[in-house]
């Protein structure tokens, strides 16, 4: 199962540049990197990127990802927190999350 990562272009370019991230300042300040599920981005990115552009949707397998807890969050959905750095070689894929008229432009998930 593949979970995501919603990056501003430049957190992007650090983790590409570096190989591992210890995430955006929100995630260091709470220890974990914050993942969300398919089911959950969309709303993710509404909540907490909206009017953003320049962001890239990172897509990580799920299954068998060391440090990956799932817990209770944002109205008792189950979110997944990566508890250790997040590498490139955890990224399946990442494209472009453009906003076109005030929405993110989402790919099949």
Aim: proline fraction near 6%; charged fraction near 20%.
């Amino acid at each position: 199962m593949l979970i995501y990562k919603i990056f501003r272009g430049p957190e992007w370019a650090q983790l590409q540049a570096d190989g591992t991230t210890t995430g955006a300042p929100i995630d260091v300040a709470d220890g974990f990197i914050h993942f969300s599920g398919a089911d959950t981005v969309a709303k993710t990115a509404e909540l907490y990127f909206a009017d953003m552009d320049d962001l890239v949707l990172v897509a990580v397998e799920a299954d068998g990802l060391d440090g990956l807890k799932w817990e209770t969050s944002r109205g008792g959905a189950q979110f997944p927190h990566l508890f250790r750095e997040m590498t490139m070689d955890d990224v399946v894929w990442h494209k472009p999350l453009p906003i076109v008229d005030g929405v993110h432009q989402f790919p099949a998930l």
